[in-house]
């Protein structure tokens, strides 16, 4: 793969493992690509109706990595305020100290996902089931961390829900509505992201059910995912 | 300036008359501007040596070219360098600690003024997208429109860089929040808060090395480091102002400020233009978190 830039840069792309220009390849993307995809990954139906070709998912890193950042950023930004803004409407007078820890575990919960369960997804597909045409791990990389967009409008809905502070009925609805947009739409482009490749290469193989057994892992491993970020960022289970 | 060839002299007849470097320390630093400095080469034949020899004894009177001739041949330009000074080691502690104040005056006039340095930007930005259709890439329509009505390259100067600012603003902003925050637990704000500035700000230098373009890893951390200073008036402001909604309204003001000193500087330090946007998206993120983090303080 070459850059579009790589001639004002330097001459030789690649470089060595340890050299920062080896990692340039999967950099190489403009802004406009990127606010395509974003915008792609927001409205998830838009791919199912055969617009698929229109974001092809490149192996490319920074998607998946300031994606994620903006997710952390913005969970912890909602929860923080949302418990704010309850305090404020309780006019209670303990005043709200945020932890630091949220953001931490944050941090590990989200990258953990997007890299655990694409290695584990990629080194079966590459030595278990022996894929002939398989999607490169930066790939699946890059498709999980496009696919937690739609986290954005969920964590700002809960933000407001911090309003409704004093009905906690309300209030615990919004969060789960919050949660399953979240949920059911990262789960779409995951699904849109991979399911097309792990079929063709399933029916290469001779086991089309096998293909939908791993779908339904996937999915599972999701909702698990799901239900952690409802623990961690959009309060206790109730 | 074309390459020095040595020419065929035999090497008797040149150790007599190799000048030495110039090392004489009392003289004033700076020199008279004729001064021929890098002379240290082969004299002219013989039979011209005596003639060239008095016109060294007289400085303006030396034609370069006419004594090099015979040894460079007839195309060969011979030029003379200006003697720039002394080194730095040589000058006085108080001249190179103005020196470095005017640097970081300079870099915080720039943050505090972002427009200062717009010219710049542009001027930046046009030589890389000039230099990329130059190269015979296809540059993006949007960005060919601003650069079609401007001429040749223009010269730019590149910024200096320096870590101060950023490490005087991490700690003002580091102990700010750990004044503010209960006692129990403020060492722990201000380390982690001082640790994630650096380790953030590291990982977005590599970021904008890795998207490409002429900037490096220093100048970026020192762009994105200096435009901190919004935010650090912003936690002083939180100090003062206890209203989470006055607060809130200030930081917001604050960091879009601190946002768009980031992006001037980052186009002056040589981001490609497609991509400024990408570079800048990490850099406002964390100022959001910040900023926030002054809000909720």
């Given at each position: 793969?070459?850059?579009?830039?790589?001639?004002?840069?330097?001459?030789?792309?690649?470089?060595?493992?340890?050299?920062?220009?080896?990692?340039?390849?999967?950099?190489?993307?403009?802004?406009?690509?990127f606010?395509a995809?974003?915008?792609?990954?927001?409205?998830?139906?838009?791919?199912?109706?055969?617009?698929?070709?229109?974001?092809?998912?490149?192996?490319?890193?920074?998607?998946?990595?300031?994606?994620?950042?903006?997710?952390?950023?913005?969970?912890?930004?909602?929860?923080?305020?949302?418990?704010?803004?309850?305090?404020?409407?309780?006019?209670?007078?303990?005043?709200?100290?945020?932890?630091?820890?949220?953001?931490?575990?944050?941090?590990?919960?989200?990258?953990?996902?997007?890299?655990?369960?694409?290695?584990?997804?990629?080194?079966?597909?590459?030595?278990?089931?022996?894929?002939?045409?398989?999607?490169?791990?930066?790939?699946?990389?890059?498709?999980?961390?496009?696919?937690n967009?739609?986290?954005?409008p969920?964590?700002?809905?809960?933000?407001?829900?911090?309003?409704?502070?004093?009905?906690?009925?309300?209030?615990?609805?919004?969060?789960?509505?919050?949660?399953?947009?979240?949920?059911?739409?990262?789960?779409?482009?995951?699904?849109?992201?991979?399911?097309?490749?792990?079929?063709?290469?399933?029916?290469?193989?001779?086991?089309?059910?096998?293909?939908?057994?791993?779908?339904?892992?996937?999915?599972?491993?999701?909702?698990?995912?799901?239900?952690?970020?409802?623990?961690?960022?959009?309060?206790?289970?109730n | 300036?074309?390459?020095?060839?040595?020419?065929?002299?035999?090497?008797?007849?040149?150790?007599?008359?190799?000048?030495?470097?110039?090392?004489?320390?009392?003289?004033?630093?700076?020199?008279?501007?004729?001064?021929?400095?890098?002379?240290?080469?082969?004299?002219?034949?013989?039979?011209?040596?005596?003639?060239?020899?008095?016109?060294?004894?007289?400085p303006?009177?030396?034609?370069?070219?006419?004594?090099?001739?015979?040894?460079?041949g007839?195309?060969?330009?011979?030029?003379?360098?200006?003697?720039?000074?002394?080194?730095?080691?040589?000058?006085?502690?108080?001249?190179?600690?103005?020196?470095?104040?005017k640097?970081?005056?300079?870099?915080?006039?720039?943050?505090?003024w972002p427009?200062?340095?717009?010219?710049?930007?542009?001027?930046q930005?046009?030589?890389l997208?000039?230099?990329?259709?130059?190269?015979g890439?296809?540059?993006?329509?949007?960005?060919?429109g601003?650069?079609?009505?401007?001429?040749?390259?223009?010269?730019?100067?590149?910024?200096?860089?320096?870590?101060?600012?950023?490490?005087?603003?991490?700690?003002?902003?580091?102990?700010?929040?750990?004044?503010?925050?209960?006692?129990?637990?403020?060492?722990?704000?201000?380390?982690?808060?001082?640790?994630?500035?650096?380790?953030?700000?590291?990982?977005?230098?590599?970021?904008?090395?890795?998207?490409?373009g002429?900037?490096?890893f220093?100048?970026?951390?020192?762009?994105?480091?200096?435009?901190?200073?919004?935010?650090?008036?912003?936690?002083?402001?939180?100090?003062?102002v206890?209203?989470?909604?006055?607060?809130?309204?200030?930081?917001?003001?604050?960091?879009?400020?601190?946002?768009?000193?980031?992006?001037?500087?980052?186009?002056?330090?040589?981001?490609?233009?497609?991509?400024?946007?990408?570079?800048?998206?990490?850099?406002?993120?964390?100022?959001?978190?910040?900023?926030?983090?002054?809000?909720?303080?």
């Amino acid at each position: 793969m070459s850059g579009k830039y790589d001639r004002i840069i330097d001459a030789d792309d690649g470089g060595h493992f340890f050299s920062i220009n080896y990692y340039r390849q999967y950099f190489d993307i403009d802004s406009n690509e990127f606010l395509a995809k974003c915008m792609h990954a927001m409205i998830p139906f838009t791919r199912i109706f055969g617009g698929n070709e229109a974001v092809d998912t490149t192996g490319e890193l920074y998607g998946a990595i300031w994606c994620t950042a903006t997710i952390i950023v913005l969970l912890f930004l909602s929860n923080t305020g949302s418990n704010m803004l309850t305090n404020w409407v309780k006019h209670s007078d303990i005043k709200y100290q945020y932890d630091f820890a949220l953001l931490t575990k944050s941090i590990s919960l989200l990258y953990g996902y997007i890299l655990v369960v694409p290695i584990v997804a990629y080194s079966l597909a590459r030595w278990y089931f022996k894929f002939p045409q398989s999607l490169t791990l930066v790939q699946y990389v890059s498709i999980y961390g496009y696919s937690n967009i739609p986290w954005i409008p969920a964590s700002v809905l809960g933000l407001v829900g911090g309003l409704l502070g004093n009905h906690s009925f309300l209030s615990s609805l919004l969060r789960w509505i919050c949660i399953g947009i979240g949920g059911v739409l990262s789960l779409l482009n995951i699904v849109l992201g991979i399911y097309p490749n792990v079929k063709k290469n399933f029916a290469e193989l001779g086991k089309e059910k096998v293909a939908l057994v791993e779908l339904a892992v996937l999915s599972v491993v999701h909702v698990g995912f799901t239900i952690a970020v409802k623990i961690s960022f959009f309060g206790v289970l109730n | 300036m074309p390459e020095w060839k040595p020419p065929n002299v035999s090497p008797d007849a040149v150790a007599d008359f190799i000048i030495e470097a110039d090392d004489s320390d009392d003289e004033a630093p700076v020199r008279s501007s004729t001064q021929p400095q890098s002379l240290s080469s082969a004299p002219p034949p013989a039979n011209s040596m005596f003639s060239n020899f008095t016109s060294f004894m007289n400085p303006t009177a030396v034609n370069l070219e006419a004594s090099f001739q015979p040894l460079t041949g007839a195309n060969t330009r011979v030029q003379e360098r200006q003697f720039s000074g002394g080194n730095t080691l040589d000058e006085p502690i108080l001249e190179t600690l103005s020196r470095d104040l005017k640097a970081i005056g300079h870099h915080l006039y720039a943050v505090l003024w972002p427009a200062s340095l717009s010219k710049l930007a542009k001027a930046q930005q046009q030589n890389l997208v000039g230099y990329a259709r130059n190269a015979g890439i296809n540059v993006p329509d949007a960005l060919r429109g601003d650069i079609e009505n401007e001429a040749a390259p223009v010269a730019v100067k590149q910024l200096e860089w320096d870590l101060w600012g950023p490490l005087v603003f991490s700690l003002a902003y580091s102990v700010i929040l750990g004044v503010l925050s209960p006692k129990a637990l403020s060492s722990e704000v201000f380390s982690l808060t001082f640790s994630m500035i650096w380790l953030t700000l590291a990982v977005i230098a590599v970021n904008i090395q890795l998207l490409g373009g002429t900037i490096s890893f220093l100048p970026a951390l020192s762009a994105t480091g200096y435009s901190i200073f919004p935010i650090v008036v912003g936690a002083v402001v939180s100090i003062l102002v206890k209203h989470a909604m006055v607060r809130l309204v200030v930081d917001a003001v604050l960091v879009s400020w601190a946002v768009y000193a980031a992006t001037v500087a980052l186009k002056c330090s040589g981001v490609l233009s497609g991509r400024v946007i990408l570079a800048i998206y990490p850099v406002g993120l964390i100022y959001v978190v910040l900023g926030w983090l002054c809000v909720i303080t």
